[in-house]
């Protein structure tokens, strides 16, 4: 199930710029971001269907004086998502964790059943959110931030069980996205490639590696592919910061001084 959402501008949301008003930072970063909140719309069923239900939710949440909608997404029962918040904005949705939590609403309330559509389209968000933030977010029902009966008694227990969705697959190999492996190493192309009069690509990439572990000091004109005397001075400093001392800082790089280069 790919994500869809409804922007702003399409179902009609007031301008930002237009309400001075102000409840938390124009911008978080999604590296903030650490938790997932389910929310319902209070005691009452909600009947109200299409653009109508971000709609309403916005009225009520300027009378209470804030910028917008609180939350960042709202859900409908057909399985529609819209943008409230969005990604990168605090959200106005549970004291305390409006920033480091996304908080989402799925438009039903008091006793009033999910739609699997709602429910899948409510977990195919969570996982866009992993995806975004890089990790797997915990997911929390609104109470387990604040003392409140929101999300009701139906969605918390979805929210516990997991938050499953009939139909709806979880990206292979979980929600977040794996580590990059780490690069290795190039290999050691030989003590023979170093030294006077030596013009290779490997003395160019010598020169890069000491430059990116901060020994860019010793270049007047950045590494090139022939061997110099900043070459060696800067090799010699790498390899007594490594704590050698003697013939292990000659300043000629052997296969360990390239190995700890290249880490």
């Known amino acids: 199930m790919s994500v869809s959402i409804i922007s702003r501008a399409t179902w009609g949301a007031k301008p930002w710029d237009n309400d001075p008003r102000s409840d938390g ?22 009947t109200k269907t299409g653009y109508a239900v971000p709609r309403a939710i916005e009225a009520q949440h300027l009378a209470r004086g804030w910028s917008g909608v609180g939350y960042h997404f709202v859900v409908d029962q057909a ?13 106005a949705h549970c004291p305390g964790h409006n920033v480091s939590g996304i908080g989402v609403q799925i438009a039903v309330g008091g ?37 409140t009966q929101c999300p009701g008694s139906k969605l918390y227990a979805w929210v516990q069980a997991g ?11 979980g929600t977040a996205p794996k580590p990059k492996p780490k690069p290795t190493a190039p290999a050691f192309p030989g003590r023979d490639q170093f030294g006077p009069g ?9 020169g890069e590696a000491l ?10 004109i950045g590494p090139g592919p022939s ?13 007594r910061a490594q704590g050698w ?19």
């Open 163 to 173: 938050m499953p969705a009939k139909g709806y697959k979880p990206p292979t190999g």
């Open 111 to 147: 006793d009033q059943e999910p739609s699997e559509a709602a429910l899948a389209a409510c977990r195919a968000l969570y996982d866009e959110a992993c995806r975004k933030t890089g990790r797997t977010l915990a997911k929390r029902g609104h109470r387990d931030g604040i003392a």
């Open 245 to 263: 001392t003697g013939a292990d800082a000659d300043g000629y790089p052997g296969p360990e001084t390239w190995r700890r280069l290249f880490a």
């Open 25 to 46: 930072p124009a911008y978080v970063p999604l590296s903030s971001r650490t938790e997932f909140f389910v929310h319902y719309d209070g005691a009452h069923h909600v």
């Open 198 to 206: 030596k013009r290779n690509k490997h003395v160019t990439r010598l």
């Open 211 to 220: 430059v990116r572990k901060g020994y860019g000091r010793f270049y007047k």
């Open 227 to 239: 061997w110099s005397d900043a070459d060696r001075n800067a090799v010699r400093a790498f390899q």
């Open 79 to 91: 399985g529609n998502i819209y943008e409230g918040r969005g990604w990168a904005r605090a959200g």
